[in-house]
Each structure stands twice: as structure tokens, then as C-alpha cells.
């Protein structure tokens, strides 16, 4: 699976690879906050306090406070550090929550078939017809009442919107793919049921999961955002969230404090641009309909006439005359000259 | 060399050639090199005539039969001298080549099905050819025109208004067929056309092709893999062998007397109701982007010479008629008297096992 | 304990596998509209009553072309298709040259997959039966692990050695590779190591070298029949191509829409062909000789829907000895129509066509059938004579009963046909009415 990935990306040419490559830039930033953000961000997410003086409230970015402070005497910069975090980690869980049930649904969907497939199928497709947001906010809601407004809840209120898409990719590719002749091989030795969904088919139908997990990750970021803004999100006193913070900023408008919803607010659309970039570059390389082979240029060396006309020539070349089909004479030109060699080993 | 080409008529033989084929190459590019897909291949082809090109997977067959219609994929280049009646392929402008296509060059696929559209009736395909190629046509003639031509296929008049999915195989590629001449080119490429169909079937086709030149005075390259079809079919045949033709001659001739190892030894390994014993070629053809130097064919050939993988040979005509590029067949017949005994030598082979093999 | 090999000398020449009365019928779903309308979706009759027995030792070629239902009775042989009536028996090897009768086409679940130990299958195309993700090792081992016959490191030496025996060797270049970094004869080779891996007494190869180069082809024949030779194995080898059967069979079932029309040993089949069929493949199949001309008396048509077929002997509409009692049916008279309409001027076509009128009423396949209006009737006739003193050896009027004037039209009434079972002639079976000894009956003269 990760030779597939890797390999073709060589291959794509311009504008594809500019993209993927500007994605995984774009997230890498975020991810070395995510991960290493009690060393990037200068104070902790909640911090009023700098050695017992309170910070100011809604001060301008200056050298002390790159992107200023809010109206909870917080840092933006730090907020916006751990908002990263905190949006990866949820993000992260819920992607990987949806990708395990999905595919394990698709999977056994797509292989047995019958009123189970159809069932499902119709569940799923239900699911999808929604807007993400929307169902967010109904899970969230049903959600809050069992486990509060943490980190896991909000994941998993993401977690449902999601499973549609990977269990339509993957059933429908299982359908296909169970009709392929290696699965009836499989059958002819003996192979039960379940060892033929896991070995056989379960490597081959999942090509497409890493590239809908990223578009589903950038997605979800931004569904997250949604969530906070509406204070349906994380609770604020568990993490920092971007969408909370610009849900506090709104009043900040009117009276020209711009730092305290524009820094978390870029941060929401940096990363889902990135995301999305990844993920539109991934399916560029991995799709091989959409790849757009890089086309090598070919250079061809002078061709002279063969001596299919030199049939009445035969003698005048045996006697020493330069055979045309033995190129050693002509002009090598450097990035041929290995080839040559090889070609003419005595 | 080039003032051949401009020669008077009288002095070519065989003037009234339809393809003339010097010296084409068809090179795509790779990030290993260029991929020599069709390497010097020379060949002509007369009115009404029938050349086979014979090969393996690999061999570039296909490559030229797409390349002489100018119907190559981006990235693939052409190169060499290309007359179709006289006329300069390679420099015609794409829109001239395109003109051309139908008109006067035609196709012939493997997979019919896949080369209809499903949505369109077969009258509305004619028309669709037909119109492209003569605006002022009209429906009437349109008609005329294509239910002959179907009826020389063996399609009756009652399926004009069918849609492909309603065709048996073999009828969808007498359809193709049918498509394909409906304008009367002089030249038609047909790219492996009974491959996918049944043995009964593909003999109704292979004498609808054999009876082409009758009707309609057309020249066919008949691209296979299949040398049984070769012989039954057609009147002179090309072997290929990593982009390069390393015989061609008369079908009789190749066939009775093979001067090339290659043509030997393919047909040596033919499984035919008069086989009783199996042969093979070990190895597997080489790799277009570095084939083996010298012959390409040494490394597998059991008559290699220390020259062979030394140099390339050189292609000539033997006492039969056939050209072929082959050290020891120029040995035998004479034709080779500059090499050294040393060069003559048999060469040491190495052993070709399992992991090489095709 | 009697090794494999005793067991075969033993028991060589006796039944192993018998096929009674097998038919495998797939019902078609038919299209939404199809549904709509309420018209009948009908069935496909792949394998349409087949009767043989398999002999220990032997091979036994099913030759055919597309629609044969060579495939699907391979397949039905391995319970991987299932018979909808009749059965397969497999007759288990037990000790001291005793067997145990197992009914395959009953079987299901466990009691099947136990099976697959003894009943192993090569498939045709060798790039798709390997799975994509799986390294060689693995891919070949599977069938021991699965069973688990066999694991850890005395898998891995079973897996090096059923690899060296089909060739791949050194074992350890192939074992960590993938099948995209095989050729295509190198992946056959893998496909059989992992058939043969588990000792079966059966094996059913699906045109194993159509789809490889014709210099490979004989390399992996070879190797099957050395493998034949060396493990005791029997085997059916389903083909197209009568050659290589010739070359590679004892025994050949010819099979045509479903049905077996000939079987019998090569020999015989080769030497003298019966069933009208088997001489046209073999008239057929090309030659690289440039001296045997292109066959011009080849039959016409193509195979039929296997969903409709003819009525009678499957082969009639085809068949150039064709008589009356083959079957004829509506069907065959539109297909006389349209050949000969093929060889008229447009004119001529349009006005014979005005005549005859609706032309799908002959699609229904029907002893009788009425054509034309009671006012053209008598024209209608006289361009059926016509067409008949063109060609007056068509094989179709000799199964035309007779023409007749009726107030709706021209009836058209057709002999009674019947489909012929398989039936011993000289030294194979024959399922012609013309074997073992020809019907001959008058044709029907219209008056």
C-alpha cells in the first residue's frame, strides 16, 4: 500500500505536485504544534497568570503577545497553538473511529451481500444525505448527555458523520473485487469466509481510504470549528478550540479588535486548505485515471537510411566501409554515453 | 541515400506501392531511457496485398500499426521515412492525418464492443463516418452505401437499425469491419481481430479479410500473434523481435525455409495438429529500454555467434526472396565472408533459468 | 500405509470422478424493464445434462467454444458452481485401494473445504489468480495453513519445495516477491505450486496456458505433465484450442451450448471425427502451413443465446448435414430469410420484405408459425419456392413440413425434432441423430 503511494508521486509533474507539496507543509506546521505545544506556545491554554500579574485584555499583537491577548485575558498565540492540539486530537480519533467501523462494515456489506448489504446500504446513504454539520450538532447534543463535553465525545459525534463515505468506497470496491479471480482461488483452497475478507480482499479494497481520510479530516476540522463556535464543542475549560474562541470574538468586531478572531480563524482555514491540498494531491498520485503521467522527453539519435537499398551495396560494404547500423562513429552525447557503452560491449 | 525516394517511377520495383516504410522508430520516453519500441523497421506493402506482422507480447506490433496511422499516445515520438501513395506521412499536418483516417487509412480493433457506441444505432454510425468525411452526403445515399458494404459482410439489411449490444461477436466485428472500409481506404490496419473470438468464427473473419483485396482492392496489415492465421491469410509476412522486423518475405517462403533462428524456432514451439513434441524459447524478450548488444535475439538463440552479441547485423536479401538480419544466415548463404573465425565462433551461452523466463 | 503412487497403479483406469445428469442453470435477473413489462427473464442452461465419468490417471480434455459451458462444469466439478440437478460423485482413495463415495454437488461448508485437499483448480489467467497483496510465500502456502496441515518453519519448507518442483528455483529468489514482479509464465508456475501443495487427487486446469506466449505455452505443458507423471495426479483440461487438447489429452469431450456431442479418446476423435461440430473445429483451426488454404464450407452462424437456445439438437441451425428431424423451428426460417436477402438488390429486399411483414413473430421459437397476410399468401409462397430452387440443399426445407394457404396468412409448419443423447458409434459416443446409424427419412414436398 505505501509503495503505491510513494511511487507515483515521483511521477506527477506541475501543478499536482505543487499542491501536495504545499499541503504537507502547510500541516506539518500544525502537527509540530500539536505535538510539541507546551514548548511552542509561550503559556498554557488557560493561563491568566504570568508570574502573578494578569495579562492585559484585547492588547494588540505586539512583542510580548504576537497575536495579542482576548477578552479572557488569554494569549491568542497560545490558544492558537493549542487549539492545534486539540482540533488534531479529535480530528485524529474521530477519522480513525470512522475508518475502522466503515471499513469493517463495508467490507462485510460488500462481501455477503443480501438483505444485510441492502439494509445497510440504505442506513448508510441516509446518513450521508445529511449535512455534516447538522448531524454533528444531533450527536453532540445526544452525546453531551452521556459523556459530558470532552475530547472523546466530540470525537465521536464527528466519528458517525463520516462512516458513510468509507463504507461506500469500501463495499462497492469489495463487490467488485469479490468476483475477481484470486478470490475464487481462494475459495477453490479451501479459504472460509473471514479469511477471505481479511487476507484477500482487505488489502485490495482500501486504496482509496488514506485519500477520503485526509478530504475527511479537513472536513471535520472545519465541522469541529462549527461545533465550538456554537458552544456544542469541547468544554472550555478542558482545551482550547478555534471555533469557540471566534463564537468570544464576535462582539470584538465592532470595536476594531480584529486580533482575537482573524489569528484562530486563519489557523481554521490554513489547516483545512492543507488538509485539503494532501488530499486532492494524494488522489492526483494514487488515482492513476487523473495522474498526468509526466511525459519524458525522448531524444533520438540521427537515423540513417538502413541498408535494406544496399542489397546491390553488399560489397562495397564488406570491404571495410563503415557498416550504418554500427553507430561506434557517431557523436556521443553525454546523458547517452552509459548506453552506448552498453551497447556496444565486445 | 535520399534521392531513392525521389527516383523515377520505373526504376522502383513495385511502383504501385501503397506503404512505404524506411527506417521507422517509434520511442516513447521512461524515466530508465527511451523505450525503443519499434526500432528501424522497413517495410513496403502493394495494392490489394496482405503483410502479416507476427510477434509476441512485447515485440512493438501493435506500436507500429498505430504509428503508421499516426494514432500514438503524447509522449511517444516517430521518426523515419513514411510514404502512403507517394506521399509523406510523418510531415502531414494532424489535421491532414485526420482527414486521412477513414477516408484512406483504416483501423480495424480487437474488441469490437468496446469500440461501438452503445447508444447509437448502427445506421446512425455509418452516417456519423460517413458525414464526417462527405459533408454533402445524403441519407438516402448514406443507406446506399453502407447496406452494400454490410452485405459483402455477411450482415443482412434487416439489422441496420439494431444497436451493437443486439450483434454476436463475431457479427460486431464484421460491423467494425464494415465501418472501417465503408469509405473505401486503401490501407486498414487490423490490430489482432480475431483474437477474442471463437475458432469457427474467427475463420468466417479471417476469409472476410483474405477476400478484402477482391472486393475492394484493399492493402491489410494483419497484426497477430497467431502464426496459424498468418499462413492462411496472408501473402507475404514480417517477424518481429524487440521493435526491430528480423525477417520478412513471401508466407510461403518464411514458413517452408525461416532463414532467422527466431522465425525457426517460434514456429518450432507452435502447438498445431501436427505437433508431437513440445519445444519452446527459453528466456523472455528483452527489455525495450536496454536490449541485449549486438542481435538482440543472441542471448536465447541457439546458433549465436561471438559476433552476434558484438554487432548488430545487417539486413539482406537471401538466395529465396526473404530479408532477414542474422549473422549465421548470412554465413550459410554466403553473404558474410569478412568475419573472422574468431567472430564465428559459437558463443558461449550462459544457462537461462526459470527466473528469466517469459 | 499404500503411497500415492501404489494407490494410482492400483486403482488406474477406475472411476474417479462421475458426473450423472449434471445441469448448473443460472436464472437471469432481467432488466427493470424487462420486469415491468412482466416478460419472462428465462435461465441460462450453462451445463445442460452431462454425463461422464472420470478416470483415474487420465486426462480428460472438455473442448469447446464461448458458451460451451467447459468452464462452468470445471468449476461445477470443484463445487464452486452450483448443480441445480444431477450430481458429481468423487471417489475418495481410501487405504488399501477402497474408496469413499463423496456426492460433491450435496456438499457445502466445512464438508466442501475438506474436500479442497483432494479437488485443486489452475486457473486461466495467471496475473489475476494471484492475490495482489500476497507475497509468493504466502500465497502458495496458504492452502496449508488454511487446513493446517502445516505451519512455521516446516510450512516454509513444504512452500521452497512445491516451488522447486514447478520450477520457480532457487525457492528463496521467488518467496518475498509479489506477483506484479513475475512474468506471466513464472506466475502460472506459482498458481500450480500452490494447487499441488496439498497432494490432490484431482486436478481441473481452466485453459492454463491461453493467455501465456506460444513459447511459454509448451514449458508449462511440460511441466504439467511431468507433474502428472511424478505425483500420480489426474486431470481435466478445459480448452478452446483442439491442438494442444490433441497434444495433451487421452480422452476429449467435445462440448457445444451445455452439452457433450462427442467424447471419446483422442485417437479416435482426431482419426475420425463424427458429430458434425467436431469436424468443423477441426477444419477450422489454423495452420502454420501456408499450403492448407482458407476453409471455405465452414458452418454458419455463431453460437447461439444460451438463454434461447434452438430448439432440438442445439446445432442444427449451423449444421450443413442437418434433417428433418434435428429440430427446425421459426427461427431458422427468419435467419434463411435474412441470408437470402443478404444476396438481393435493395429492391427486391424492400419488396420481399413488404411481404413477409413482421419479422419478430418468427423470434418465438415455434413448430408452426404464420407469416404475410391471407391476401399475399399465395405470393409469399411462391418467393419461399423460389428461394428453395436457389439452394435446394439448404438442410432447412428438409425439415419444413409443409406450406399452406390459411385465412390468417402462409402457415408454415415444421417436422418434429428431438434433441439426441450421447450414443456409442465406432469407438466414442456421438450425440447426433445422424450416429450410429443415419436417420432417412423423406423430406416433406410442399404441394
Keep these: ?346 | 541515400m535520399t534521392e531513392l525516394y525521389d527516383g523515377p517511377d520505373a526504376m522502383r520495383p513495385g511502383s504501385d506501392l501503397v506503404i512505404d516504410a524506411q527506417d521507422l522508430r517509434v520511442w516513447y520516453g521512461s524515466e530508465r531511457g527511451p523505450v525503443k519500441a519499434v526500432d528501424r523497421v522497413s517495410f513496403e506493402l502493394r495494392k490489394g496485398e496482405i503483410l502479416g506482422l507476427v510477434g509476441e507480447s512485447g515485440c512493438g506490433k501493435s506500436t507500429l500499426g498505430r504509428g503508421l496511422l499516426g494514432l500514438l499516445p503524447e509522449g511517444a515520438k516517430m521518426d523515419g521515412h513514411l510514404r502512403f501513395k507517394g506521399e509523406d506521412l510523418l510531415a502531414l499536418p494532424k489535421k491532414e492525418m485526420f482527414a486521412k483516417r477513414g477516408t484512406e487509412l483504416g483501423m480495424i480493433f480487437q474488441e469490437p464492443l468496446t469500440r461501438l457506441n452503445p447508444l447509437m444505432r448502427i445506421s446512425e454510425h455509418f452516417e456519423e463516418t460517413l458525414k464526417t468525411h462527405e459533408r454533402g452526403i445524403s441519407k438516402a445515399e448514406v443507406e446506399r452505401r453502407s447496406l452494400e458494404v454490410l452485405r459483402v459482410m455477411g450482415i443482412p439489411p434487416t439489422r441496420y437499425r439494431s444497436y451493437p449490444h443486439e450483434f454476436s461477436g463475431g457479427m460486431r466485428q464484421r460491423l467494425m469491419i464494415a465501418l472501417a472500409l465503408v469509405l473505401r481506404p486503401a490501407f486498414v490496419v487490423a490490430d489482432e481481430p480475431t483474437t477474442a473470438l471463437d475458432v469457427l468464427v474467427e475463420a468466417q473473419i479471417i476469409r472476410i479479410l483474405h477476400d478484402l483485396r477482391r472486393e475492394f482492392d484493399t492493402s491489410l496489415l494483419l497484426i497477430t500473434h497467431n502464426l496459424g492465421i498468418i499462413a492462411e491469410a496472408c501473402d507475404r509476412v514480417a517477424v518481429m523481435y524487440a521493435g526491430e522486423i528480423v525477417e520478412i518475405g513471401d508466407a510461403r517462403d518464411v514458413f517452408s525455409a525461416p532463414q532467422h533462428p527466431y522465425t525457426r524456432e517460434l514456429l518450432r514451439s507452435t502447438i498445431s495438429l501436427s505437433t508431437t513434441g513440445l519445444n519452446f524459447i527459453p528466456g523472455a524478450p528483452p527489455n525495450l529500454v536496454a536490449p541485449p548488444s549486438g542481435c538482440h535475439f543472441h542471448p536465447r538463440c541457439p546458433d549465436a555467434m561471438n559476433v552476434c552479441a558484438a554487432r548488430h547485423p545487417v539486413e539482406r536479401t537471401h538466395p529465396n526472396g526473404t530479408r532477414a538480419q542474422c549473422w549465421a544466415a548470412d554465413l550459410r548463404d554466403g553473404m558474410a565472408s569478412d568475419l573472422t573465425s574468431e567472430e564465428t565462433a559459437s558463443l558461449p551461452r550462459e544457462e537461462i533459468s526459470v527466473a528469466d523466463e517469459a | 500405509m499404500p503411497t500415492k503412487h501404489e494407490v494410482t497403479a492400483a486403482g488406474a483406469g477406475t472411476g474417479i470422478v462421475a458426473v450423472s445428469d449434471l445441469e448448473v442453470h443460472y436464472g437471469l435477473r432481467g432488466g427493470g424493464l424487462a420486469r415491468l413489462f412482466g416478460r419472462d427473464s428465462g435461465t441460462v442452461k450453462a451445463v445442460d445434462g452431462v454425463n461422464f465419468v472420470l478416470h483415474r490417471g487420465e486426462v480428460l480434455g472438455l473442448v469447446g467454444e464461448s458458451g460451451s459451458g467447459k468452464t462452468t462444469l470445471g468449476r461445477a466439478l470443484l463445487g464452486l458452481a452450483p448443480a441445480t440437478q444431477g450430481s458429481i460423485t468423487y471417489h475418495e482413495p481410501g487405504d488399501g485401494g477402497s474408496a469413499y463415495e463423496r456426492v460433491v454437488s450435496e456438499m457445502s461448508g466445512a464438508e466442501l473445504r475438506k474436500l479442497r485437499t483432494d479437488l485443486q483448480m489452475v486457473f486461466q489467467d495467471p496475473h489475476a489468480a494471484l492475490n495482489p497483496s500476497m507475497t509468493i510465500e504466502t500465497a502458495v502456502g496458504h492452502p496449508l495453513r488454511i487446513h493446517g496441515i502445516a505451519k512455521g518453519e516446516e510450512l516454509r519448507k513444504r512452500v521452497a519445495s512445491a516451488l522447486e518442483r514447478v520450477g520457480l528455483a532457487p525457492a528463496e529468489q521467488f518467496m518475498a516477491k509479489y506477483p506484479s514482479d513475475l512474468s506471466g509464465g513464472q506466475k502460472q508456475r506459482a498458481v500450480i505450486a500452490r494447487a499441488i501443495i496439498m497432494d490432490p487427487e484431482v486436478l481441473v486446469a481452466d485453459e492454463p496456458v491461453s493467455m501465456l506466449d506460444m513459447s511459454v505455452r509448451a514449458k508449462i505443458l511440460q511441466l504439467m505433465l511431468d507433474l502428472k507423471n511424478d505425483l500420480g495426479l489426474t486431470y481435466v483440461y478445459i480448452t478452446h484450442d483442439l491442438a494442444s487438447a490433441k497434444f495433451f489429452c487421452d480422452r476429449i469431450a467435445i462440448m457445444y451450448l451445455g452439452r457433450i456431442v462427442e467424447i471419446g479418446p483422442t485417437e479416435e476423435i482426431f482419426a475420425d471425427p463424427k458429430h458434425p461440430y467436431t469436424k468443423a473445429l477441426l477444419k477450422a483451426i489454423p495452420e502454420p502451413d501456408p499450403q492448407k488454404m482458407v476453409p471455405r464450407d465452414l458452418p454458419r452462424g455463431e453460437i447461439p443465446d444460451a438463454a434461447r437456445p434452438p430448439l432440438g439438437c442445439s446445432f442444427h441451425p449451423r449444421c450443413p448435414v442437418a434433417v428433418a428431424e434435428c429440430g427446425w423451428e421459426s427461427r431458422d426460417l427468419r435467419a434463411l430469410l435474412e441470408e437470402h436477402w443478404i444476396r438481393q438488390e435493395p429492391s427486391v429486399y424492400e419488396a420481399e420484405r413488404e411481404l413477409v411483414g413482421d419479422l419478430d413473430k418468427l423470434d418465438e421459437a415455434a413448430k408452426t408459425v404464420t407469416v404475410g397476410t391471407v391476401a399475399n399468401a399465395a405470393k409469399l409462397r411462391a418467393m419461399l419456392e423460389g428461394i428453395r430452387s436457389e439452394n435446394p440443399t439448404e438442410p432447412l426445407w428438409t425439415g419444413v413440413d409443409s406450406l399452406e394457404e390459411t385465412a390468417e396468412g402462409l402457415e408454415i409448419r415444421f417436422h418434429q425434432g428431438f434433441d439426441p443423447l450421447l450414443r456409442p458409434s465406432g469407438g466414442v459416443e456421438v450425440a447426433c441423430v445422424l450416429y450410429p446409424t443415419p436417420v432417412t427419412t423423406e423430406p416433406a414436398l410442399p404441394e
Design chain 1, 1 to 346: 500500500m505505501f509503495r503505491s503511494l510513494l511511487s507515483p508521486f515521483r511521477q506527477t509533474t506541475g501543478i499536482a505536485r505543487w499542491l501536495l507539496l504545499t499541503g504537507v507543509f502547510i500541516t506539518a506546521v500544525f502537527v509540530v504544534c500539536a505535538l510539541f505545544a507546551p514548548w511552542v506556545a509561550p503559556l498554557d491554554f488557560n493561563q491568566r497568570y504570568v508570574d502573578g500579574v494578569k495579562l492585559p485584555k484585547q492588547d494588540p499583537p505586539s512583542g510580548e503577545f504576537w497575536f495579542g491577548t482576548n477578552d479572557q485575558f488569554f494569549d491568542v498565540f497560545s490558544r492558537v497553538v493549542w487549539g492545534a492540539r486539540t482540533a488534531l486530537v479529535v480530528v485524529g480519533l474521530s477519522v480513525l473511529f470512522s475508518v475502522v467501523i466503515g471499513v469493517v462494515l463495508g467490507l462485510i456489506s460488500g462481501f455477503i451481500g443480501g438483505w444485510l448489504d441492502r439494509l445497510l446500504v440504505f442506513l448508510m446513504d441516509t446518513l450521508y444525505a445529511f449535512p455534516s454539520l447538522l448531524l454533528a450538532i444531533v450527536f453532540s447534543f445526544l452525546l453531551r448527555d452521556l459523556l459530558g463535553g470532552s475530547v472523546v465525545a466530540v470525537a465521536f459525534a464527528l466519528t458517525v458523520i463520516y462512516i458513510p463515505q468509507y463504507f461506500r468506497v469500501v463495499r462497492n470496491t469489495t463487490v467488485s473485487a469479490r468476483e475477481a479471480t484470486y478470490v475464487e482461488a481462494a475459495r477453490a483452497i479451501g479459504a472460509r469466509n473471514h479469511t477471505i475478507i481479511g487476507r484477500y480482499l482487505f488489502g485490495n479494497v482500501i486504496q482509496s481510504v488514506p485519500v477520503i481520510g485526509t478530504l475527511n479530516a479537513a472536513d471535520a476540522i472545519a465541522t469541529l470549528a462549527g461545533l465550538g463556535f456554537l458552544g456544542l464543542g469541547i468544554q472550555p475549560n478542558e482545551a482550547a478550540e478555534w471555533g469557540y474562541d471566534v463564537s468570544r470574538a464576535l462582539d470584538d468586531m465592532g470595536a476594531g479588535i480584529w486580533w482575537t478572531a482573524f489569528f484562530p480563524g486563519m489557523a481554521i482555514v490554513l489547516l483545512v486548505a492543507g488538509l485539503t491540498l494532501v488530499g486532492e494531491g494524494l488522489n492526483e498520485t494514487v488515482n492513476p485515471v487523473l495522474r498526468k503521467r509526466r511525459l519524458m522527453p525522448v531524444d533520438m539519435p540521427a537515423n540513417e537510411p538502413s541498408s535494406y537499398l544496399a542489397e546491390g551495396d553488399a560489397a562495397a560494404l564488406g570491404a571495410g566501409a563503415p557498416d550504418p547500423r554500427f553507430r561506434e562513429d557517431e557523436p556521443l552525447r553525454p546523458e547517452h554515453e552509459h548506453r552506448r557503452r552498453e551497447d556496444e560491449s565486445r
